[in-house]
C-alpha cells in the first residue's frame, strides 16, 4: 500500500501483510461489513512496531480471525504487536486456543 487512505476488507476475505520494516498506515481499516474477515501476517519480526497502524479507527462486524504465516522468534516470550490504532471501536477480542 502506498499513501494513507482506507482499507476495507469484504466479508470472508482476507488482508495480508508482509512485515518488511515500514508499516501499513491506513486512515481507517473496515474488516467486513456482516460476517467478518481474516487477518494474515508475513514475516513477523519486530518486537516494538506494528505492521498495521491504523491513524483512525478500525471497524469490524463478525469474527476476525488472525494467523501468524511466518517470522523470526527469537526470544521465548517476546511479544509481537500486530495492530495498533488511534480510535477504540473494537469488540472485546476472544482468541480461541489451537
Known amino acids: 500500500m502506498v ?7 469484504a466479508d470472508g476475505q482476507a488482508l495480508g501483510v508482509v512485515e518488511n520494516g515500514t508499516p501499513v498506515q491506513p486512515a ?5 461489513t456482516t460476517t467478518g474477515t481474516s487477518l494474515q501476517f ?3 519480526t519486530n518486537t516494538t512496531t506494528a505492521p498495521i497502524m491504523v491513524s483512525g479507527a478500525i471497524n ?4 476476525i480471525s ?3 504465516k511466518s517470522g523470526v522468534f527469537k ?5 509481537y504487536p500486530l495492530i495498533s490504532w488511534a480510535v ?3 469488540r472485546p477480542l476472544t482468541i480461541p486456543r489451537a
Open 42 to 44: 508475513y514475516n513477523l
Open 75 to 79: 526470544t521465548i516470550g517476546s511479544t
Open 60 to 63: 469490524c462486524a463478525g469474527p
Open 3 to 9: 499513501g494513507n487512505g482506507n482499507i476495507a476488507v
Open 28 to 32: 481507517a481499516l473496515t474488516l467486513g
Open 66 to 68: 488472525v494467523s501468524i
Open 88 to 90: 477504540d471501536r473494537l
